[in-house]
């Protein structure tokens, strides 16, 4: 690779040298690239050639890095290879757009918290700040029920509303993953789960990476090889390349399956043999509360929900009559 720079003109308080605008050229291919610093303070020089490697940045802190690059410049700016030509009087909000997004970058990496001299300068640089930050948070959110636990019936399809209204970005799914049908058609803010009828566990969670296996990740999030970090010889300062944000964002669920049973109990009298008329009241979770009478020797209910239920006799089958005389 070739070094190649040039001074943006645009001076912080950290440094009595302006900020410089970064190129590589790959001396085989000829290819350019238009770069970021990620060591501040690094050396830097132009037309001085430089080997290393090159790799897929996998730390939070850089993969954070390479989305501000990403937001800040190369959404913007994917083909434009900086020249001479960035310093026009004409360029200047393209050049700010590349200084500001390498200040937010060094801001990100831990290593510098700089204001810029000029104040109209500061002031563009909090404003593209804040953006850039609110871009990123909304890009990182996840739908309102992502952790949150979503209660359903065995057998039964839940409609699930996304209140932050960011799951309308999210790609189609129709899968079913451990007895859960997930459905979502990309554009709809709402996810359809349905707990298969025979499904015996009583609580499910799907991990993000789970989905993301699925294919239910927001659209533009995609794992992408356009993020490099170039990793040089020497004292020569590393820098990164981002043409996509390249981190999927997916989300989390965790489910409650209302899984349901049958209750059978039979009423036999001294003799062993089923009687029927007695009336039981049945009650159990959720409120549940019933007067069952016994038919066919038998109180049968369908459909309880699992767990503790208790049976108490409210009235016999019959009445005894007993006659009094008085002597």
Known sequence: MWDGQYDSGMRTSDSSNNILIRRLINQTTGEKFTVFCAEHGASFQTGVQVSGEYYTPTSEEMKKACKIAYLGWYKNNPNYVIDGGILAADMIWVRWDYVFTQQLIWEVLGQSNAYFVKAEEQQGYVDFKNRILNELEEMEKEPSFSGVQIEIDAGETKEIIDENGVLSKYKSVNSEVNGITIRHDEGSNSLFITANSNIEKENINISDSTLKGIG?????????????????????????????????????????????????????????????????????PNGFNQNVEVENGKIILENLKKGNYVVKEVSAPYRILIRYRFL
């Open 216 to 284: 239910l990740i927001k659209d533009g999030t995609e794992s992408e090889n356009t993020n490099i970090y170039f990793a040089f010889e020497g004292d020569e300062q590393d820098q990164l390349y981002a043409l996509k944000y390249s981190d999927p964002v997916s989300l989390y669920l965790k489910i409650k399956i209302n899984q349901f049973g049958r209750l059978e109990l039979s009423k036999l009298n001294e003799d062993s043999k089923l009687i029927d008329g007695a009336v039981f009241n049945v009650t159990g």
